[in-house]
T-cell receptor
Framework: QQQVKQSPQSLIVQKGGISIINCAYENTAFDYFPWYQQFPGKGPALLIAIRPDVSEKKEGRFTISFNKSAKQFSLHIMDSQPGDSATYFCAASKNSGYSTLTFGKGTMLLVSP | GAGVSQSPSNKVTEKGKDVELRCDPISGHTALYWYRQSLGQGLEFLIYFQGNSAPDKSGLPSDRFSAERTGGSVSTLTIQRTQQEDSAVYLC??????????????FGDGTRLSIL
């Protein structure tokens, strides 16, 4: 059973455009939602994260939008740049106590020059 | 270095052989995780260590997989009698503790395992 569903699987965006990646979760106990960025040959690196007490979090060109009732959250990359080309993973976990991250299957983003 | 270190970076072995993958976590990080990343499958949790507590082995796919963490630091993931479906990138992560938002997981660059 896949607890975090991520779409699209791949995405091509022109430089300067907006990249949008969507995730949906099933477990209502989840209350921490990070996004990880992974470049080829490297491990994933934490990009931005949100707790469900807010509907949006922005850090530079990266924004997470969160819809608790729909159990969905999304990553928006504004003014996308070729250097943003990477694989993006959403994840979810419980924030209290011990909990491992449950990851989506990833989105391969290509930003064309 | 200051990050999570994994070795080897690449490992090619024949089917049926045993392999050992090593992870050096960030100094002071008490929590250590192993994940497996297969093509198009995201990151699959394998095992978790926290301090001196018993590890959570719930993600290990079979009894051919085992892991140890010595002295609360270095960890070794062992795969016995490797099969072709074991081919994947094995990622290690560490964190200061278990509260996800305050102590995020930091990943190493992984070991790419290829079974011939």
């Amino acid at each position: 059973q896949q607890q975090v569903k991520q779409s699209p699987q791949s995405l091509i965006v022109q430089k300067g455009g907006i990249s949008i990646i969507n995730c949906a979760y099933e477990n209502t106990a989840f209350d921490y939602f990070p996004w990880y960025q992974q470049f080829p040959g490297k491990g994933p690196a934490l990009l931005i994260a949100i707790r469900p007490d807010v509907s949006e979090k922005k850090e530079g060109r990266f924004t997470i939008s969160f819809n608790k009732s729909a159990k969905q959250f999304s990553l928006h990359i504004m003014d996308s740049q070729p250097g943003d080309s990477a694989t993006y993973f959403c994840a979810a976990s419980k924030n209290s106590g011990y909990s491992t991250l449950t990851f989506g299957k990833g989105t391969m983003l290509l930003v064309s020059p | 270095g200051a990050g999570v270190s994994q070795s080897p970076s690449n490992k090619v072995t024949e089917k049926g052989k045993d392999v050992e993958l090593r992870c050096d976590p960030i100094s002071g990080h008490t929590a250590l995780y192993w994940y497996r990343q297969s093509l198009g499958q995201g990151l699959e949790f394998l095992i978790y260590f926290q301090g001196n507590s018993a590890p959570d082995k719930s993600g290990l796919p079979s009894d051919r997989f085992s892991a140890e963490r010595t002295g609360g630091s270095v960890s070794t993931l062992t795969i016995q009698r490797t099969q072709q479906e074991d081919s994947a990138v094995y990622l290690c992560a560490s964190s200061l503790g278990t509260r996800a938002s305050a102590q995020p997981q930091h990943f190493g660059d992984g070991t790419r395992l290829s079974i011939l």
